[in-house]
């Protein structure tokens, strides 16, 4: 069973920034770290950043220019740094994976909280 763990969330004040850490909890055949989502209270999950299968990256309008994502060179890892945060930003931040075997499948981590208040 693929198990993302997520870390780095947390509480911030408008303008602060936080990096958000993924790993998967061992190595996993043809797993792919690819990038993060979020839901809002009371919204549905979006699109965050994400790596398409080509390798270029899709970001959210609302945080272009401000949120960056990446990876290790070894694809164990998935950051996604976060900056100039606003209020709108609060939310839960999901790890997402994509594994190929003879299927595909989609893995989301179990999510961590960023809150930005003042």
């Not at 699109?47 to 609302?62: E, K, M, P, R």
Request: aromatic share 14%.
């Amino acid at each position: 069973q693929v198990q993302l763990v997520e870390s780095g969330g947390g509480s911030v004040q408008p303008g602060g920034s936080l990096r958000l850490s993924c790993a998967a909890s061992r190595r996993f055949e043809r797993l792919y770290l690819m990038g993060w989502y979020r839901q809002a209270p009371g919204e549905t999950r979006e699109l965050v950043a994400v790596f398409t299968s080509d390798g270029d990256i899709n970001y959210a309008d609302s945080v272009k220019g401000r949120f960056t994502v990446s990876r290790d060179n070894f694809n164990r890892t998935v950051y996604l740094q976060m900056n100039s945060l606003k209020p709108e930003d609060t939310a839960v931040y999901y790890c997402y994976a994509r594994q190929f075997l003879a299927f595909e499948y989609e893995y989301f981590g179990p999510g961590t909280q960023v809150t930005v208040s003042s």
